[in-house]
């Protein structure tokens, strides 16, 4: 199995990757949707300021999605994504979640029900304080027992504004999603199959 990652160039596959996290839904608990969010800035078009555009990721199983939002093709988020976000029935784990929903609440009118910071999780329920201020790849280590350094670009200096589809960019979102998946459902104790991490891959 792979990781599916879909990137959202309009409205139509934004809406049908969200119906595609929506039909794995039960009546049974929370779900866990591991999500990211870039601030990129192309100095070369002038509807994508600092703020103005954003990169949203998600993650839940083996399925991700990427949605650039502030491009001509999607200057407004869809009401799919408004509602995704607000479901009750999910969780939205990441980090620095706190600011980037800020952000998009101020800039995109984007708000988020159910959001939880990750590190702060992971020291309260293994009660490790010092988890509060680890990074994706320790967290990862510690909570799930994963290494996924290997499968991160060798080089990270990418410019996300304009090299938003580059393989290798695709590549470094869709595990940094799935890590704060991985993560998250660890901790909150969901029941889901996921991918081996062994088998992490674009298709």
Not at 25 to 40: A, L, M
Not at 60 to 84: M, T, W
């Amino acid at each position: 199995m792979k990781i599916n990652m879909t990137l959202g160039h309009d409205v139509k596959l934004i809406d049908d990757h969200i119906s595609s996290f929506l039909h794995h839904t039960d009546d049974y608990g929370t779900k866990v949707i591991g999500f990211e969010v870039e601030w990129p800035v192309n100095h070369n078009d002038k509807h994508c300021g600092m703020f103005k555009c954003a990169i949203l990721q998600f993650c839940y199983g083996n399925s991700c999605l990427i949605i650039r939002l502030g491009d001509l093709s999607i200057y407004k988020a869809p009401d799919s994504l408004h509602n995704f976000l607000r479901m009750p029935k999910f969780t939205f784990v990441g980090f620095g979640i706190k600011d980037n929903l800020a952000y998009l609440e101020k800039y995109h009118g984007i708000g988020c029900r159910n959001a939880v910071e990750l590190g702060p999780l992971a020291a309260s329920l293994l009660k490790v304080p010092r988890l509060s201020y680890c990074g994706v790849d320790e967290l990862a280590f510690v909570v799930c027992k994963l290494d996924l350094r290997k499968y991160r670009p060798l080089s990270l200096d990418f410019n996300w504004g304009v090299c938003l589809y580059e393989e290798r960019l695709v590549k470094l979102a869709t595990v940094n999603v799935y890590s704060y998946y991985k993560i998250g459902n660890a901790l909150l104790g969901s029941n889901i199959l996921t991918a081996p991490v062994t088998q992490i891959g674009l298709l």
